[in-house]
T-cell receptor, first 114, second 111 residues
Framework: EPEVTQTPSHQVTQMGQEVILRCVPI?????FYWYRQILGQKVEFLVS????????KSEIFDDQFSVERPDGSNFTLKIRSTKLEDSAMYFC????????????FGPGTRLTVT | GENVEQHPSTLSVQEGDSAVIKCTYS??????FPWYKQELGKRPQLIID?????GEKKDQRIAVTLNKTAKHFSLHITETQPEDSAVYFC??????????FGPGTRLSVLP
């Protein structure tokens, strides 16, 4: 069964550095999402992406965040200048065009900002 | 915006017993309610979902009920097994985007 994949599994970076988290959604899916989960807390929506543009974003998704689909398979989340409070698990998810309610999550990237 | 509450925060049951987790939501426009299971250190996995035009849905030992008037929905797991131990998250959304998750319920199934 196809799955969403994410790399790296763990990223350690220093405060102020830029990081790029990568995701490969399920191949026939057209809607893509990023979520974050601070340790021990609930999953929080960051952004949704469809047809090469952001369709919705939360208040968490401020100017330091950006998303991109650089080619036909990858979907990336960039954090321009990381802060300590960006430390969290970041999950990518995707859903099909006509069944875009059902979102399938990747394994996550644990981001640690020191 | 949407606010989802979830109870209880922790739940322990004996193997073979039933477990019920309840969620309430605030936005009457929400029309899709998925449940995710997250084992320690792993990704959230969709286990069942329900749309607003349905009152109940069942998949083997798992069922979900929805009361749109009261704005609450519940997850029912029957004949619980140790492998059901995990954190369960409910969520609510409109038009499949911007899921708002509940705070989670840690279910422990005791052998």
């Amino acid at each position: 069964e196809p799955e969403v994949t994410q790399t790296p599994s763990h990223q350690v970076t220093q405060m102020g550095q830029e990081v790029i988290l990568r995701c490969v959604p399920i191949s026939n899916h057209l809607y893509f999402y990023w979520y974050r989960q601070i340790l021990g807390q609930k999953v929080e929506f960051l952004v949704s992406f469809y047809n090469n543009e952001i369709s919705e974003k939360s208040e968490i998704f401020d100017d330091q965040f950006s998303v991109e689909r650089p080619d036909g398979s990858n979907f990336t989340l960039k954090i321009r200048s990381t802060k300590l409070e960006d430390s969290a698990m970041y999950f990518c998810a995707s859903s099909e065009r006509d069944r875009h309610y059902e979102q399938y999550f990747g394994p996550g990237t644990r981001l640690t900002v020191t | 915006g949407e606010n989802v509450e979830q109870h209880p925060s922790t739940l322990s049951v004996q193997e073979g017993d039933s477990a019920v987790i309840k969620c309430t939501y605030s936005d009457s426009a929400s029309n899709y309610f998925p449940w995710y299971k997250q084992e320690l250190g792993k990704r959230p996995q969709l286990i069942i979902d329900i749309r607003s035009n349905v009152g109940e849905k069942k998949d083997q030992r798992i069922a979900v009920t929805l009361n749109k008037t009261a704005k609450h929905f519940s997850l029912h797991i029957t004949e619980t097994q140790p492998e059901d131990s995990a954190v369960y998250f409910c969520a609510a959304s409109g038009y499949g985007q911007n899921f708002v998750f509940g705070p989670g319920t840690r279910l422990s199934v005791l052998p």
